[in-house]
């Protein structure tokens, strides 16, 4: 079965003003629909198969690329909501708090840590192998999903197709309108 582009789990122009249509028309519609062309044309050529997350443990070069960026995009949708922004609740809060301090360091972490992922990539809030949340970045199209030890539990995609259209070269601006997006249930349920 070749992979599929999932369908998105909000409208294109939903997340305005924070984040364009034509953003989405560009990332989602290009971007993460190209990774997911790039990874069946690979697929077949290599006569691989199996899930995404099979694929990113076990595959090297275009393969594991495509996959992880399939993957990643996927995730990073499902961080975004219209509705998102505020605050997040319950044991989310709590583990936030008893890792960071509070929510602001928290905030101010993950930013500090996104604004300086050099090049293109990803930063991510994770549950780590110990049960403890940190933040990291990864580059290119890696992810934590090689090591099943770690849960992803939020990210937010450096890569410059990812703001450029809306806010050029500006990285922070993208950063402080990430944060009104981000869907603080589906982050709490990633804890779980």
């Known amino acids: 079965m070749p992979i599929e582009l999932p369908d998105l789990p909000f409208a294109r122009d939903a997340l305005e003003p924070h984040m364009s249509r034509e953003t989405l028309d560009y990332h989602y519609g290009k971007h993460h629909a190209g990774y997911v062309?790039?990874?069946?044309?690979?697929?077949?050529?290599?006569?691989?198969?199996?899930?995404?997350e099979e694929l990113i443990r076990t595959q090297t070069g275009g393969v594991f690329?495509?996959?992880?960026?399939?993957?990643?995009h996927t995730f990073f949708w499902h961080c975004l909501s219209p509705d998102g922004g505020g605050e997040p609740e319950g044991k989310l809060l709590d583990a936030i708090n008893s890792a960071f301090g509070s929510l602001a360091d928290f905030k101010n972490a993950f930013t500090?840590?996104?604004?300086?992922?050099?090049?293109?990539g990803w930063t991510w809030l994770v549950k780590n192998a110990n049960g403890e949340l940190e933040v990291?970045?990864?580059?290119?199209?890696?992810?934590?999903?090689?090591?099943?030890?770690v849960t992803p539990l939020?990210?937010?995609?450096?890569?410059?197709?990812?703001?450029y259209l809306d806010h050029r070269n500006d990285r922070?601006?993208?950063?402080?309108?990430?944060?009104?997006?981000?869907?603080?249930?589906?982050?709490?349920?990633?804890l779980k």
């Open 112 to 120: 500090a840590a996104a604004k300086s992922n050099f090049g293109s």
């Open 136 to 149: 990291v970045s990864t580059d290119d199209a890696d992810t934590p999903v090689r090591d099943p030890s």
């Open 65 to 72: 690329n495509n996959a992880a960026q399939v993957w990643n």
């Open 154 to 163: 939020l990210t937010v995609d450096v890569w410059e197709h990812a703001y």
């Open 37 to 52: 062309k790039k990874l069946n044309k690979a697929l077949e050529k290599e006569g691989l198969s199996g899930s995404l």
């Open 172 to 190: 922070g601006a993208y950063l402080e309108a990430f944060w009104e997006l981000v869907n603080w249930p589906f982050v709490a349920g990633n």
